[in-house]
């Protein structure tokens, strides 16, 4: 497998090209596996049980405890992209998987409540996503975030485990949000830094054009559809390299509407969703219940089942 370098002088972070490796068959060669892990891609199943990570700790905040893709029999309600990653990965073998994600909280208290917990778990397997919170409300400086982000990586890379990090994606063409692209885009090449300096993975959001789709979106224009985190999970699978049977789902395009029509739609949206969750921030209920972390506890994950005939897709084939 090729993998192309970024940051300059920094240690490469590793990006599989498109297509590296491919065979033409439906099994892809194995991904960027931890050293001692290679394992071998013949056949179907040899693939799949090849795979080297055997607990996942997904750390974060509404994004990875799947707000925006309800589920009654998850935990929390939320089923999201994490727990899919989880739902693959486990599959037919003996697996762990925590969420610690908690919606609404910045990233500097990511860190302080979730980075000590998920050492202690001993994950092979991380997902740090961090930062969306104090961008969109709280005016985060990215190269503040950045510092306090990059010693949290060290301490997870540090351990061996495989760390994925994530880049913020494009707000560029919404009406809301279109002002704090810059950031954003500072804070992107942060993390990808961050991720060269520490080998780390990264899941690019601003990268996946898919999302520009507002089917992918919840209505709150804040946290992705059932068909978003669907997408996000098949993206994360086909960055580490492994197969999976996340069909992808392509959304017929949106009519386009006039801009008056958009306009209502802003006031509407700004009407039920933002101002509400503005008040809720300032003026918290005292009744309001202690947030907690999605599933502290490593477990087999949701919906596991034994391997069945479907077939596995093809890294990267997927959105």
Do not use: C
Request: no cysteine; charged share 20%; hydrophobic share 40%.
């Amino acid at each position: 497998m090729h993998y192309r370098r970024i940051a300059g002088d920094v240690n490469a972070a590793r990006f599989p090209e498109p297509d590296a490796g491919h065979t033409g068959s439906n099994t892809p060669s194995p991904g960027p596996w931890p050293p001692g892990k290679q394992g071998s891609a013949r056949g179907q199943y040899g693939a799949w049980h090849s795979q080297p990570w055997s607990r996942y700790v997904a750390l974060g905040d509404s994004f990875t405890a799947g707000v925006g893709d309800p589920e009654p029999l998850s935990p929390g309600g939320m089923r999201g992209w994490a727990d899919r990653i989880a739902e693959e990965l486990g599959e037919g073998r003996e697996f762990g998987y925590a969420n610690l994600a908690i919606s609404g909280l910045v990233l500097r208290d990511i860190l302080d409540q979730q980075l000590g917990p998920a050492l202690n778990l001993k994950p092979d397997l991380v997902t740090l996503s961090a930062g969306g919170n104090d961008l969109v409300f709280h005016r985060g400086d990215p190269d503040r975030m950045a510092a306090a982000l990059d010693d949290a990586v060290a301490a997870l890379s540090a351990t061996g485990a495989t760390v994925v990090l994530f880049t913020g994606p494009d707000w560029g063409e919404t009406p809301v949000f279109g002002h704090i692209r810059g950031k954003v885009a500072v804070f992107n090449e942060n993390i990808r830094v961050i991720a060269a300096r520490h080998d780390g993975v990264i899941a690019d959001l601003w990268a996946l054009r898919q999302l520009s789709d507002p089917r992918m979106w919840d209505p709150d224009r804040l946290h992705f559809s059932p068909l978003g985190h669907h997408t996000i999970a098949a993206m994360v699978l086909d960055t580490l390299s492994v197969p999976h049977r996340l069909r992808p789902l392509e959304p017929k395009p949106m009519p386009p509407g006039n801009w008056r029509e958009t306009r209502a739609g802003d006031l509407a949206w700004m009407a039920h969703y933002m101002l509400p969750w503005m008040v809720s921030r300032i003026r918290p209920r005292a009744d309001t219940l202690p947030r907690q972390a999605k599933r502290p506890l490593p477990g087999p994950p949701p919906g596991s089942r034994s391997p069945g005939p479907a077939p596995l897709v093809r890294p990267g084939s997927v959105g």
